[in-house]
């Protein structure tokens, strides 16, 4: 099946530093990447659509210029959380789907990022 | 506004036994239906989906029921498994057209424990 890979596992990082997350699509091409956040004991909420070659859709509510995302290749997107604080520690997982429209029910989820702020 | 709802919290089943998890939804524009499964500290994975077309779809262990007029889905695992415990996430996509196929809304997940 797909695989979708998350880096890093796990940051812990000082309040007011900026936290780079990596989504890379391992056996297909994605167009397409989605970015969830999830609070503890909560549902993944999607933050944004990251699209290759073209700004992100953010949801509302969700601030851009705090959560950028980079979607330079068809196999890779990033989420810097910038100037981070506490608040911002969640876990935070990104999920892409195959190019092919026939195979995108199965939306493949990386294994997400715990990030912790002190 | 929540769109898709898992009233269920959690959810304790006996080896052996069914496991019947229970989904709502508000959105009639949702065409699609899915349930992830999801261990702590991991992403989730994909369990088995449903076309709103459909009523119902099997997979081995695994079977979703959609009733659109009640807008409600279950999942149900027969027989439960220690293994199946986890929480599990029904998800439905609301169709929108071009890059939108992806985007899923979320119920709050239900935590199941299969006990020996």
């Known amino acids: 099946g797909a695989v979708v890979s998350q880096h890093p596992s796990r940051v812990i990082c000082k309040s007011g530093t900026s936290v780079k997350i990596e989504c890379r699509s391992l056996?297909?091409?994605?167009?397409?990447m989605f970015w969830y956040r999830q609070f503890p004991k909560k549902s993944l909420m999607l933050m944004a659509t990251?699209?290759?070659?073209?700004?992100?859709?953010?949801e509302q509510g969700v601030e851009k210029d705090k959560f950028l995302i980079n979607h330079a290749s068809l196999t890779l997107s990033t989420l810097t959380v910038t100037s981070a604080h506490p608040e911002d520690s969640s876990f935070y997982i990104c999920?892409?789907?195959?190019?092919?429209?026939?195979?995108?029910?199965?939306?493949?989820f990386g294994s997400g990022t715990q990030l912790s702020v002190l | 506004d929540q769109q898709v709802k898992q009233n269920s919290p959690s959810l304790s089943v006996q080896e052996g036994r069914i496991s019947i998890l229970n989904c709502d939804y508000t959105?009639?524009?949702?065409?699609?239906f899915l349930w992830y499964k999801k261990y702590p500290a991991e992403g989730p994975t994909f369990l088995i989906s449903?076309?709103?077309?459909?009523d119902k779809n099997e997979d081995g262990r695994f079977t979703v029921f959609l009733n659109k007029s009640a807008k409600h889905l279950s999942l149900h695992i027969v027989p439960s498994q220690p293994g199946d415990s986890a929480v599990y996430f029904c998800?439905?996509?609301?169709?929108?057209?071009?890059?939108?196929?992806?985007?899923?809304?979320f119920g709050q997940g239900t935590i199941l424990t299969v006990h020996p």
């Open positions: 998800a439905a996509r609301d169709y929108a057209g071009g890059t939108s196929y992806g985007k899923l809304t």
């Open positions: 449903i076309s709103s077309i459909k």
């Open positions: 990251s699209n290759e070659g073209s700004k992100a859709t953010y």
């Open positions: 959105n009639s524009m949702f065409d699609y």
């Open positions: 999920s892409a789907s195959p190019r092919a429209r026939g195979a995108n029910e199965k939306l493949f």
């Open positions: 056996d297909f091409q994605a167009t397409t």
